[in-house]
């Protein structure tokens, strides 16, 4: 079975932090790279964090230095720390394999909107 659930999101002021967390089924986590994505209002869904099977990350850019991927190859689960979080932060937080690395995906969970205030 095919599943993806996220969880974590919600209102937090400008400079506050979240922790997302991500549980996935064992046909999309297992041996694969894995990342965090957010989709906001009128934008495409953009990749911001990953992590391979071994640990490594990388990031976008724009988040380089306040967010932290994880995962838990025991649990199947991928944490998003997210630390001094700013108003363009806010989005449709999503996780999925590492689309750069396995190649386009047709399934997404339900997301969790993170929304960050100024």
């Known amino acids: 079975q095919v599943q993806l659930v996220e969880s974590g999101g919600g209102l937090v002021q400008a400079g506050g932090s979240l922790r997302l967390s991500c549980a996935a089924s064992?046909?999309?986590?297992?041996?694969?790279?894995m990342g965090w994505y957010r989709q906001a209002p009128g934008k495409q869904r953009e990749l911001v964090a990953a992590v391979t099977s071994g640990g490594s990350t990388n990031y976008a850019d724009s988040v380089k230095g306040r967010f932290t991927i994880t995962r838990d190859n025991a649990k199947r689960t991928v944490t998003l720390q997210m630390n001094s979080l700013k108003p363009e932060d806010t989005a449709v937080y999503y996780c999925?394999?590492?689309?750069?690395?396995?190649?386009?995906?047709?399934?997404w969970g339900q997301g969790t909107q993170v929304t960050v205030s100024s």
């Open positions: 064992r046909s999309i986590f297992n041996f694969n790279a």
């Open positions: 999925n394999k590492d689309t750069s690395k396995t190649g386009p995906v047709y399934y």
